[in-house]
């Protein structure tokens, strides 16, 4: 893609608990999109090298994992080497070395690939963390979510107890703050917010506004662009 390309390409980005996945993907749906979440992406690979002992010190590098990573994806469901991670990769161990895998140049530089592959074939909903700044920076909409520690921490609790994992919200929240200076203070692709995104935020909005909004944003901007808004 270049500078003068309009794709119907929406990019989300925005920190742990801001409600980028719920939203991308009610969002994908309204507007007869494709999804791809980013995070997940990164989550597969941490919880590769997480089963491989990479982080008790195996035999395995980061270079040899990515070689035997094939990532697939089915709607909103993400396989590694055939089989669906999708639930997998939502555990506390994985949220605590996800941010420290993501870090890493190689990894960002194969999944980067991956992604930009993906959203050049455009009519896409694309969230994450560097989407609208790294991987798609052509975009004609970018998306920033924000909330507050507070409520990012008490939606992630519950969605790990709806899953049977019982955990405490005030240690969620360390670790959510903790997650935010890894990522916005990393020296490769940080989390930012792009200069020309619109911030949105969604501590008191309900999921519903939030999608609506978007939506409306979306239909004007590929409509000023020449876009089929379908």
């Known amino acids: 893609m270049n500078g003068n390309t309009f794709l119907k390409v929406i990019a989300i980005d925005g920190p742990a608990g801001s409600g980028k996945s719920t939203v991308a993907k009610m969002v994908a749906e309204k507007m ?16 590769y090298l997480i089963k491989t002992g990479f982080f008790e010190g195996g035999a395995i590098d980061i270079h040899s994992a990515l070689i035997g990573i094939k ?4 709607n909103d469901r993400i396989f590694l080497n055939g089989k669906d991670v999708s639930e997998e990769i939502r555990t506390p161990m994985v949220d605590t070395k ?3 895998v993501a870090k890493q140049e190689e990894v960002r530089a194969f999944l ?8 050049e074939r455009g009519n896409v909903v694309i969230e994450g963390r560097d989407i609208g700044t790294v991987v798609v920076p052509e975009a004609p909409l970018k998306i920033f979510l924000t909330a507050s520690i507070k409520e990012r921490a008490r ?3 519950a969605q790990l107890r709806s899953k049977g994992i019982e955990v405490d919200i005030e240690k969620m929240k360390r670790e959510i703050r903790k997650r935010d ?14 200069k020309d ?6 501590t008191t909005l309900s999921i519903e506004e939030v999608v609506d909004k978007i939506v409306r944003l979306a239909k004007k901007r590929f409509k000023e662009h020449g876009r089929d808004v379908g």
């Open 98 to 100: 996800v941010s420290y």
């Open 71 to 74: 990532l697939d994806f089915e």
């Open 112 to 119: 980067t690939r991956m992604q930009r592959e993906i959203a």
């Open 32 to 47: 007869n999109m494709r999804y791809l979440d980013t995070g997940a992406m990164y989550r597969v690979v941490t919880f």
């Open 197 to 202: 995104a619109i911030e949105i935020d969604t």
């Open 181 to 194: 200076e890894i990522d916005s203070s990393r020296s490769l692709a940080p989390l930012v917010k792009s």
């Open 155 to 157: 939606r992630r609790v």
